[in-house]
């Protein structure tokens, strides 16, 4: 069975706690995973189309795992989609890239949970936030999965952070384990 | 009544014939709009945070224009988010930015409009799609206003765009009128 690629966005992972958790975890089984950061891979924001295209062929199901930022994903990942997914080969009439292939998100968020549902201030689920990276997946033929996600603590000033720190990164290696388990469901 | 702020995010105007035409519409009636388009200002991708608050703060509604691409805005849109709308001052207990100030969509999509329907292949209506937009307006305490959505004919190559020029400014000048009246409603 081809390995599955995860493809990572998130601005500035070294700071991260959840995602450099996540990252380091599914990294370490590397028979399993390829994690490919795309922050580190492109620091000037140009992405190799044709790079992106070839791991993607390379590989079995696609992962996106980033942090839910205004309720979508960071905008290398936007321009991920918009560069690598290029009419011919991700959609059109002769496109194939995606087919029966599965694409799925780990993604984190700091909203507080109450409020994703349809009686919480966002009036939607998560999921339901994430429904155009549904749509994308339908579009070009891919096979959807259940997203796994995740409510990272919400902290907002560099203080709360670091007082909090070794909670946080409990927080993230019990959901990275939860991660590994959920992905096995569709492996 | 302050002049609406209208923010242009197009990776390449030049080429746009419906986001330009827009563009320039708005720009003619200059009492009214101001048009700001980000990649212009933000060639190099990194956003004057502190500029973009000051000029959000002089304006009254703020519409935001582009086009759909993977059922989202461009990228540099969503780090226009990420960056400009700060805790503390977006949102958060004492965030008044937005309170009370207008958000609205102008944009335009390119996927066959019998595609965006509950029975069609998108299986949402464009403003569903654009959901995560009305979530940020609401989140921020902005009064979201109806988007106003264009399909834009479909054309992949450049001989298709050069073959049908004539048709597609025709279609994009009208759309431009559409727009006004549009926001006339709002104002």
Request: negative net charge; glycine residues 4%; aromatic residues 12%.
């Amino acid at each position: 069975m081809k390995k599955t690629l995860v493809i990572v966005a998130h601005p500035d992972i070294a700071r991260s706690t959840v995602n450099h958790t996540w990252a380091r975890t599914l990294a370490a089984q590397e028979d399993r995973y390829t994690v490919h950061e795309l922050y580190a891979a492109y620091p000037n924001g140009k992405i190799d189309v044709a790079a992106e295209q070839a791991l993607i062929e390379a590989h079995g199901s696609v992962i996106l795992q980033f942090p839910v930022y205004w309720f979508s994903c960071p905008p290398l990942l936007k321009q991920w989609f918009d560069s690598v997914f290029t009419h011919g080969w991700a959609f059109g009439s002769s496109a194939t890239a995606f087919k029966g292939r599965k694409l799925g998100l780990a993604v984190s968020h700091g909203t507080p949970p109450q409020d994703y549902s349809h009686t919480g201030k966002i009036r939607h689920t998560l999921a339901e936030t994430l429904i155009p990276f549904e749509i994308i997946a339908n579009y070009i033929g891919a096979e959807y999965l259940p997203p796994f996600t995740f409510h990272a603590l919400e902290f907002f000033t560099e203080e709360e952070i670091r007082a909090n720190h070794d909670k946080m990164v409990a927080h993230a290696e019990q959901a990275a384990k939860d991660l590994l388990a959920h992905l096995e469901k569709f492996a």
